[in-house]
């Protein structure tokens, strides 16, 4: 017994799989019960168990695997890693527990194999399920085929797919097995009562005797409805929302049809496989099908229709010569046999194809209606059919063209056949598929084919109509039915009721369904008064959001309330006004006005008349607008009573023009009254006296009707009068209305009578017409000049003037017009609530003329593209050219050419190919928006072209996509899974090209403008491509990841990643997830822009929240006992949902008891790893305690991210205005937004971060101090986020915890981040460590809690960490506190390894060289030493120039970078007071103190700066001082040239000041010009004081800093305008060329140089011809200016990779090179060898090195990577020669920085790697001239790279050739000598020895001179020795001291000769100088060194002229110095102090 129960003690993992059955049962049990147990179905407990299920169901046991069976059934049914285990357990089933012998076991197999469909797994189980049905067990494959039966019962066959098992019922109905037969009937009777009659043609091959029995079986539960009884896991919650509304009652009228919309009749064609015909057709298929005789042309088509009768389902291939060549035979063959049969043909292929026909149709539609015209009954039958197979795979919008040319074709026939056409294809149409233009172009042509004279024309006419009304409803038809007579409509309507829609339509349920909400609410209430109030109040919101729509309509349009509601109420009615007739007129004005008004309007005294029309205008307001006829009434009345508008009395006709206006203006008028009168008043607006009047009459009926119809009638009748005066001002009317009303006219109608009145001879009209041209410009734009181009020239020039006066300007806004319409048009495009307030934008396309160039696409042309030779078809693309050009504007109708161009797309030959693509192009922008019908044609092509191996293809290509997408939108392109096709058999460059494309174009489309099923065949390949092996195909994929997933969703794509393998699925998943946060945020929907508000049953509100809620429900029981019950049920569901209008955040004191409570642990501490539900129901009633707003709270705690977004705004807005509200609340605001960061959408996490900032903001402007729940229960959850991969969250988070330092006891804030160093994310460490370092720096050790010991200790560990970024953070943060604390650091950390401490000494070692003097935190920036100032002063400057701006910074703006942000303000100023309140505490105090009263004394005489009072000098003229000096001639005339003279006076005053300051300069300036400072190291802002006492300044000191006038001339030179450039070019060379103006530009080389450069850029956009002009004087200056001795010298790297690139492109080109010299080439050249020379040598590694790395990858000019290298190859000649110019480190990081973007493995599949052997032979030049020490240049290069391994090598080869130098600071000397003996001598063990020595003799203080002379004879006597060996261990000093002592002696030896140092060139002429040069030049000294000491490292050249010598002036030398370093030695310091006191000693001995 002990060995039975002996394995109850193993784990329950090991039981499971224990060799004794017991213990597997067992396992299996325990493990059954944890399954249970578990609530998560992502706990990681289940992932013990996920290996195990297969073994538990394939159990040798019977009784084991029973239980692991149950297991197994728990496990699939509640864990998220089920889906892992389904191919493998489900094998299990199949084989060993589907057939089981056990029924129990059998049993559980199924649930388990149903379990896995529940859980979505369904395509994997049928898959099993399939392969079992192969298996030799009979048992087996009958149990899987009852299985399969279950499954498709169960769930239905949307989710057990009939095709994956539907071949197999044949064989398996034919078993042997009698079980199997069965089973599969009864699989096969399944399938029926799912898909129906398709499956009868599966079992056709069958034996009748089972077709019988199988078809009995049908007719029996033929009329059962099938239904799934059980959902997949996605689909469980919608189902039970269904049924719960079900059993409420609310669905008790829509369940049978969401019964039948929901049961999809399957296609039979898609349980057939497809297959390729083109590779079984006949080969001479197409050569019989042309021959003469018709039957081998019938041979031929029978052949074909064999083919496809026996495979109906067509595999995608390219079917165009095929289509083609059996629509030649329909429209061109004579035999009407052979004609039926060809549309029989093309009808079976239009169904095989099915939706992939769309390429096809639009070519084969016009020809098959045009062939309607045969009468033969067998072609009508063929055509019709082939008609209705095609319309399946296209739709009527497209195809509406064709449609309405055929209804107006001449024959009868053919307009009958198409009106049947159109009812046939509208019975198969969902109605959302016709817009409102298409239906009323559609009933337009059809009303016109209804008045035919043909009776079959009228009847299909009068069927088409009945069609589209069943279709659209009568409603929306009827009003574009006016005009049809009685007779006629009735027809219509009986063809109506006959007609039968074929579809299901899909009908819009949840408008229908408010209807029963109320009476469904009111009962839910009553009976559940706990549940169900959600769903009644989202049922409601419709209703609501309907109401407000149709109140808001009468808003838009009231004016002034009731009356415009009425206005449009009649105006409505007027639209289908009748006209009366003149006795009804007669009888309604004797009704309506009084006997003296009728009298008076016809008496032939004037004044009567006027009498009569001033009583009738006075009583026209009073009228009723009701009144039937009304304003017909008075008009016609008016108008009709002789002299009606013939009246000649001014006054009179006056009255009555203003009686029209005022009747249109109060009354509803139509075009039937407008038209009685509108012609009598154009005729009036010639009139001198009445024309403004007859003018506004005009507008007011336009007012009243509409425009059109008014300027339409206006026109027409004054074009028709010879009255230039009526005709112009006819024109000026129009101009009027058209500003006032808007452009609210057809344009093609006005362009056409405009240029009528354009082409008068009248000057008047003419002037008229061209200035209403000039209006319409402003409308139409460029397009409207398209109108013109044949006008004469003259004409043409005032029309241009005309049209480019107002082309641009912004038309003005409609004042009239914009509210009223009676018409049916106006009234339905303004239904989506635009009304007429913006003129909605034209489409311009649909006005141009345009001509119809089928007739030209002749056979023969066709032809010509088509033939076999490429010169021939070159030849009919270039006619094709022609004709299209010649055209400018075409119809879409091109007849056969669509296909023809689609085969010269894919033409061998790459130019014909270009040729054809650009006449796509061309074709695209002539047909505009019809473009898009040939797309489908086409676009295959333009995508073949995308993957051809020549860039200009490849680029034609593009241009065609984007052109006709531009033209004609880009929907269709997504059709046919075209671009799916492209994908999968594309090259690597259609791939990239496509991805790439894709991605640019994709997020610019409406969501919703792809289809789904489109974008899911692309996926497959998308993520196919993300792991593609080529680059670019990688790179372009994962950019269009996010394009594929704005229109398809998430979701969708994860889904799809299922069918992925294991090892690709990584890299995808990780592109989905970087994609993811840049998907756009869905606005919420507008009638759902508030959650629903959840009921409160038993919780009451504290703070009076239960007597608001009692007061509301008061009037509700009121109103519900006096009104109507639904009304009020209505009424009171409306109020629950309205809008909360207390405020978001209420003011109270109950934050104080939230914190007692927390603190006493009645409720929970906030603190979790992952929210629970407990926690949103504590913080929810919570928020309902503190009456926060409710509808703020739904929003609040919806699942949608939406609404959370929505919350964030509201606040944000609130914030202002409610601060006191929100600080009462600011607990439950930060528990809310700490939820938020546990969700995984960045966009509510960014936002949220955004809001906190201005939270805590705000609340450190209140001086408000945070509570201790409130930081508790927020740090710990915000510094989770701290690690977030997002950089804004980052950010954020950082920008948070900064604000919250000022809020919250910083040292809580440091135990909380310590905290976070316990996180296992690396990123999250680095973080922390680096707030920490921030918090030490700023707050000091003080901070560390709980002990400096322990939390440095802490901090400590994380050096061995083994993620590099935690390391250097943590390395950051101990050297940060060795700063503050020094070297008792050591003992705070504790122990550490010596790998980490050796880490820490190096990191604080190198931290020390870096690290800048501080400036004291209590410092406040105003106050900052003026080094700093000057050193960000010089920064912006730098930026200034880098980016060419145009002026420097304004002074007032300096000095403002090293102002804090406000935070920081108040922070520093705290720390301030804090140091400040120290400082006091420290201060000594007692018998060492000072005594205040003794101070005071002391001080008693000072003066303070505020005693200091200003005074005002009198002002003196001292404009002489300024005056230039001018020669005085002598009394013969004779005088000095003033302009030598002036150049004398400057140099004078060069030398005078090098005379007085400290002679430095540049040791490479042998010719005595010094270079200037570089603008770079231009400090400007030194005090004066600063100057006087150390610099006089020199002459670029005393130049005009920035001169505007200078700027403004170098600016000037990069003008587009070539005169400008040249004149400014001309002035600059005058200052270049004189060696005494240079020094003016020093400071301006880098604008210069900029604009240089722009304009390159300018010229190379324009003709070569133009821009030599300007080339030549650019090229001539850049040469001059590099030729110069003191310019260039100073560029920046980015300024000199500009100049070069640009310099190089122009010699790669050749464009310059017209003529047989190559003068360009020269002056070219020539400029970039100057520019090698002369500019930095540093800077110009650096620059080439990077030009090459940015260049190389880009497919550029071939011979411009040559030339680059050229360069750097002279470069590396000159390398030992000005080895002391290169700065090691910048060049080898360049270096390393071009190994990392091109690695040696980029080059792998290049064709050259020269490049990369070119900059390796830098490294290696470079470590041959530096030897071993070039690894001292090696601190910025990490040691893993590929720079740093290939140095490494280099230096083993030198070492094993012996070539390697030893020392570090190697002379130019020794390196030349070096350079010639490259085997240098190493040194003898006797020549090391008398060194070491010497060496000790100098150490030693008593013989230091005579080790120096030892050592410098030891030189003399060996000059090839490199004393810089021994010297690698000393220290600077020392290195300093030989150096110097060697170049005193042999100064000493050598009296003025120079001796050369490796840093300084110094001239000592002798050495007898006076003791006050060389105090002097010690004073100079110190204060260079207290410069240095202050941060300034500038280099200080100075300005010098050898050539010069006055008689004024001293005549010794001038020494030039420059020091590289800014700080003087000791050594030296000590040395010239020693050489001042020597000399002074021998002064006064003499």
Request: hydrophobic share 40%.
């Amino acid at each position: 017994m002990a060995e039975d129960t002996e394995y109850k003690k193993l784990p329950i993992e090991e039981r499971c799989v224990h060799k004794l059955w017991k213990a597997r049962v067992d396992g299996y049990e325990e493990a059954a019960k944890i399954f249970r147990e578990l609530d998560d179905e992502k706990s990681p407990e289940w992932s013990k168990y996920a290996g195990l299920i297969k073994k538990m169901v394939v159990d040798s046991n019977a009784l084991a695997q029973e239980k692991g069976l149950e297991a197994a059934l728990i496990f699939v049914e509640n864990s998220s890693l089920a889906g892992r285990t389904v191919g493998d357990v489900m094998s299990g089933i199949v084989q060993k527990c589907i057939a089981a012998p056990k029924a129990k076991t059998k049993e559980l197999a199924v649930q388990v194999t149903l379990m896995y469909v529940e859980i979505e797994k369904h395509e994997a189980v049928v898959e099993e399920l399939v392969k079992g049905m192969d298996h030799k067990n009979p048992k087996i494959v009958a149990a899987c085929v009852a299985a399969t039966t279950q499954a498709m019962r169960e769930f239905g066959s949307k989710v057990i797919g009939v095709k994956q098992f539907i071949k197999k019922l044949a064989p398996l109905m034919a078993d042997r097995d009698k079980a199997v037969r069965d089973e599969t009937k009864q699989l096969a009777v399944e399938s029926y009562r799912w898909i129906g009659a398709v499956m009868k043609t599966h079992i056709a091959s069958l034996p009748q005797v089972t077709v019988k029995e199988l078809e009995d079986e049908f007719d029996k539960v033929k009329g059962d409805r099938a239904e799934p009884t059980r959902y997949l896991k996605s689909q469980q919650e919608k189902q039970a929302k269904i049924a719960d509304e079900a059993a409420g009652g609310a669905e008790d009228t829509y369940d049978d049809e969401d019964g039948e919309a929901g049961a999809e009749d399957v296609d039979p064609m898609d349980l057939i496989d497809p297959v390729d015909i083109l590779s079984k057709m006949p080969k001479d298929f197409y050569d019989k099908l042309d021959e003469k005789k018709w039957t081998l042309r019938k041979e031929s088509l029978d052949a074909l229709e064999k083919l496809l009768t026996e495979n109906p389902k067509l595999e995608a291939g390219e079917y165009g010569a095929l289509v083609s060549a059996l629509k030649k035979v329909i429209t061109k063959d004579s035999n009407v046999v052979l004609v039926a049969l060809a549309g029989k043909c093309l009808a079976m292929l239009a169904k095989g194809l099915s939706k992939r026909f769309s390429t096809y149709a639009t070519a084969c539609v016009p020809a098959l209606l045009e062939k309607f015209k045969e009468k033969k009954p067998n072609v009508v039958n063929a055509l019709r059919e082939a008609m209705d197979a095609i319309y399946s795979s296209t739709t009527l919008e497209a195809q509406q063209e064709h449609i309405v040319e055929a209804l107006t074709n001449k024959n009868p026939s053919v307009k009958s056949e198409t009106a049947l056409f159109l009812a046939r294809a509208l019975c198969r149409t969902q109605p959302t598929a016709l817009n409102k233009k298409l239906i009323k172009l559609l009933t337009t042509s059809l009303v016109k084919t209804l008045n035919e004279s043909d009776p079959t024309v009228r009847d299909s006419s009068a069927e088409a109509l009945g069609t589209l009304m069943k279709l659209v409803s009568e409603k929306t038809l009827s009003p574009l039915l006016l005009d049809v007579d009685a007779l006629k409509m009735a027809k219509i309507k009986e063809c109506h009721d006959k007609a039968e829609i074929k579809i299901k339509v899909a009908a819009p349920k949840k408008e229908a369904r408010p209807a029963t909400a109320p009476t469904t609410k009111t009962a839910a209430v009553i009976s559940k008064p706990t549940g169900g109030s959600t769903e009644p109040k989202a049922v409601t919101r419709p209703a609501t959001s309907g109401a407000r729509k149709t109140l808001k309509k009468p808003g838009i349009g009231a004016t002034g309330g009731a009356p415009a509601a009425t206005n449009k109420t009649t105006s409505s009615k007027g639209i289908s006004e009748r006209e009366l007739t003149p006795e009804e007129i007669q009888e309604k004005a004797d009704a309506l006005l009084s006997a003296d008004i009728l009298n008076g309007l016809v008496d032939s005294n004037w004044k009567n008349r006027l009498a009569a029309m001033e009583q009738l205008l006075s009583q026209i307001p009073s009228y009723d607008a009701q009144q039937p006829g009304l304003s017909q009434t008075l008009v016609r009345t008016i108008s009709g009573r002789k002299p009606g508008l013939k009246e000649m009395n001014f006054q009179v006709l006056k009255l009555k023009l203003d009686a029209i206006r005022c009747v249109a203006e109060n009354f509803p008028l139509t075009a039937v009254t407008v038209d009685h009168v509108v012609n009598e008043i154009t005729e009036k607006l010639a009139d001198a006296k009445n024309g403004g009047a007859a003018s506004e009459a005009l507008s007011a009926l336009s007012e009243a009707t509409k425009l059109e119809h008014v300027v339409s009638k206006v026109l027409s009748f004054a074009l028709d009068q010879k009255s230039p005066k009526v005709q112009a001002e006819a024109f000026n009317w129009i101009n009027k209305a058209i500003v006032e009303f808007g452009f609210k006219v057809q344009p093609k109608i006005l362009i056409e009578d405009v240029r009528k009145g354009v082409q008068s001879t009248n000057p008047t009209v003419r002037g008229a017409a061209i200035q209403l041209v000039g209006t319409m410009t402003m409308y139409m734009g460029n397009a409207l000049m398209l109108f013109f181009d044949g006008e004469k020239p003259a004409l043409k020039s005032q029309i241009l003037a005309e049209f480019n006066k107002n082309l641009g300007e912004k038309p003005p806004r409609p004042v009239r017009g914009v509210v009223n319409s009676a018409n049916f048009e106006d009234a339905n495009e303004d239904e989506d609530g635009n009304g007429g307030a913006s003129p909605e934008p034209m489409n311009l396309a649909d006005l141009l003329p345009r001509v119809d160039i089928s007739s030209q696409i002749t056979e023969s042309l066709l032809k010509e593209m088509s033939d076999k030779d490429w010169k021939t078809r070159n030849e009919g693309l270039t006619k094709l050219q022609v004709i299209i050009s010649e055209a400018k504007l075409i119809k879409p109708t091109i007849g056969d050419l669509a296909p023809a161009l689609a085969h010269r797309l894919l033409d061998s030959n790459a130019k014909i190919a270009q040729t054809a693509l650009s006449i796509c192009e061309q074709l695209s922008t002539a047909m505009g928006a019809g473009c898009r019908s040939h797309v489908r044609v086409l676009f295959p092509g333009f995508l073949h072209a995308l993957g051809d191996n020549k860039s200009f293809v490849r680029a034609a290509g593009l241009n065609c996509m984007n052109s006709f997408g531009e033209q004609g939108g880009y929907k269709e392109f997504f059709e046919n899974e075209m671009i799916a096709d492209a994908l999968k058999s594309g090259s690597p460059l259609l791939k990239a090209e496509l991805w790439a494309w894709l991605a640019e174009k994709m997020p610019l489309l409406p969501p919703k403008s792809i289809s789904k099923e489109e974008l899911t065949s692309m996926v497959p390949h998308l993520y196919a491509h993300i792991c593609d092996r080529n680059a670019e195909v990688r790179k372009n994929a994962n950019e269009a990841v996010l394009a594929v997933m704005i229109h398809l969703g998430y979701e969708a794509m994860a889904r799809a990643l299922d069918k992925q393998k294991p090892a690709s699925k990584k890299d995808i998943l990780a592109a989905l997830e970087k994609a993811r946060p840049n998907l756009p945020v869905k606005p919420l929907p507008k009638g759902k822009q508030q959650a629903p508000i959840p009921e409160e049953t038993k919780k009451v509100v504290r703070s009076g929240g239960g007597g608001a809620a009692a007061q509301k429900q008061i009037p509700t029981k009121t109103a519900n006992a006096a009104g109507d019950k639904a009304t009020t049920t209505a009424a009171s569901r409306k109020k629950d949902e309205d809008v909360d209008t207390s405020p978001l955040l209420a003011v109270n004191n109950i934050k104080n008891q939230r914190l007692i409570d927390e603190q006493k642990m009645r409720v929970l501490k906030w603190t979790f790893t992952t929210p629970r539900e407990e926690f949103t129901d504590l913080l929810r009633d919570q928020m309902t305690t503190a009456n926060v707003n409710k509808a703020l709270m739904a929003n609040m705690f919806h699942d949608d991210f939406r609404y959370h977004l929505k919350v964030i705004e509201q606040l944000s807005e609130d914030l202002p205005n409610n601060r006191k509200a929100l600080i009462c609340n600011l607990d439950l605001i930060l528990k809310w937004l700490t939820l938020r960061f546990y969700d995984t959408n960045p966009s509510v996490l960014i936002k949220g971060l955004d809001y906190l900032a201005q939270v805590f903001q705000m609340l450190v402007e209140m001086e408000y101090m945070m509570a201790e729940n409130e930081g508790s229960s927020f740090v710990p959850h915000l510094l989770l986020k701290i690690g977030d991969p997002k950089d804004a969250v980052r950010n954020g988070v950082r920008r948070v915890l900064r604000q919250i330092n000022l809020l919250y006891p910083f040292t809580k804030v440091f135990s909380y981040v310590m905290e976070g160093l316990k996180s296992k994310n690396a990123r999250q460490r680095t973080e922390c460590l680096d707030e920490l370092t921030f918090l030490i720096e700023n707050y000091g050790l003080g901070i560390c809690q709980p002990s400096q010991q322990v939390a440095l200790k802490e901090i400590a560990r994380q050096i061995s960490d083994r993620d590099n970024s935690v390391r250097n953070a943590a390395l950051n943060c101990i050297v940060m506190a060795y700063f503050l604390a020094g070297e008792k650091i050591y003992k705070l950390i504790g122990q550490l390894s010596e790998k980490d401490l050796s880490m820490l000494d190096e990191r604080i070692k190198r931290a020390k060289k870096t690290r800048k003097p501080a400036v004291p935190a209590e410092m406040p920036p105003g106050l900052k030493p003026p080094a700093q100032v000057v050193q960000q002063d010089s920064i912006e400057i730098e930026d200034a120039v880098g980016n060419g701006c145009d002026e420097l910074p304004p002074p007032e703006e300096e000095g403002t970078f090293d102002q804090a942000p406000s935070a920081q303000v108040q922070q520093l100023q705290q720390q301030l007071q804090l140091h400040q309140q120290q400082a006091a505490q420290q201060r000594t105090s007692g018998p060492f103190g000072l005594d205040p009263q003794v101070m005071a004394e002391i001080e008693k005489d000072w003066v303070r700066v505020d005693q200091m009072v200003f005074k005002e000098l009198p002002t003196v003229d001292i404009s002489l001082l300024y005056e230039p000096i001018k020669v005085i001639p002598t009394r013969d005339g004779f005088q000095y040239p003033q302009e030598k003279f002036d150049r004398l006076i400057a140099r004078s005053r060069h030398i005078q000041q090098n005379l007085t300051t400290s002679p430095q300069s540049n040791p490479a300036m042998s010719s005595g010009i010094s270079p200037y400072r570089s603008p770079l190291r231009m400090q400007p802002h030194l005090t004066s004081q600063t100057h006087l006492e150390s610099n006089i300044p020199n002459l670029a000191e005393m130049l005009p800093k920035h001169d505007p006038k200078l700027v403004k001339i170098i600016k000037a030179v990069s003008s587009t305008d070539t005169l400008e450039a040249r004149a400014a070019i001309n002035e600059l060379t005058e200052i270049i060329e004189a060696p005494e103006k240079q020094a003016v530009l020093r400071d301006y080389e880098e604008i210069f140089i900029q604009n240089v450069l722009a304009q390159l850029k300018n010229l190379s956009q324009m003709p070569i011809a133009q821009a030599q002009v300007v080339y030549q004087p650019l090229l001539s200056i850049l040469y001059t200016f590099f030729n110069a001795n003191i310019l260039g010298k100073t560029l920046s790297i980015a300024c000199i990779k500009n100049l070069m690139s640009a310099l190089l492109h122009l010699l790669a080109d050749q464009k310059l090179n017209s003529g047989d010299d190559c003068q360009y080439n020269k002056v070219i050249n020539g400029i970039c060898l100057k520019v090698l020379d002369k500019v930095n040598f540093t800077n110009i590694y650096c620059a080439l090195i990077r030009l090459l790395r940015e260049t190389c990858p880009v497919a550029g000019l071939p011979k411009f990577t040559d030339l680059l290298m050229k360069c750097i190859w002279r470069n590396i000649k000159m390398l030992p020669e000005r080895t002391n110019e290169l700065n090691y480190d910048a060049v080898i990081l360049e270096v390393h920085e071009f190994m990392l973007a091109l690695p040696s493995t980029w080059w792998q599949n290049r064709p050259s790697d020269t490049p990369l052997r070119t900059v390796k032979t830098i490294i290696h030049n470079m470590a041959k001239v530096k030897g071993n020490a070039i690894l001292q240049h090696l601190n910025q290069i990490p040691t893993h790279s590929e720079l740093h391994t290939y140095l490494i090598r280099i230096l083993k080869n030198f070492q094993k050739d012996g070539t390697v130098s030893g020392g570090a600071g190697v002379s130019p000397q020794r390196q030349q000598y070096h350079s010639k003996d490259v085997d240098g001598k190493r040194i003898s063990h006797q020549t090391h020895d008398t060194v070491s020595q010497i060496f000790k003799l100098i150490s030693d203080k008593d013989t230091k001179q005579q080790g120096l002379q030892k050592l410098f004879d030891f030189k003399q006597q060996n000059p090839d020795i490199d004393l810089s060996t021994f010297l690698q261990g000393a220290s600077v000093t020392f290195h300093r001291y030989i150096e110097e002592g060697l170049a005193e002696i042999e100064r000493n030896q050598n009296a003025g000769t120079q001796a050369p140092d490796n840093r300084t060139d110094v001239n000592y002429q002798n050495t007898s100088h006076d003791p006050d040069y060389w105090m002097a030049r010690l004073q100079n000294l110190m204060s260079t060194r207290q410069n240095g000491d202050n941060g300034s490292n500038m280099l200080d050249n100075r300005v010098a002229d050898e050539n010069l010598c006055l008689n004024s002036m001293n005549s010794q030398k001038v020494s030039l110095i420059r020091q590289e370093k800014p700080e003087l030695s000791p050594n030296r310091l000590q040395h010239i102090q020693a050489k001042l006191a020597q000399i002074k000693k021998e002064n006064h001995a003499q």
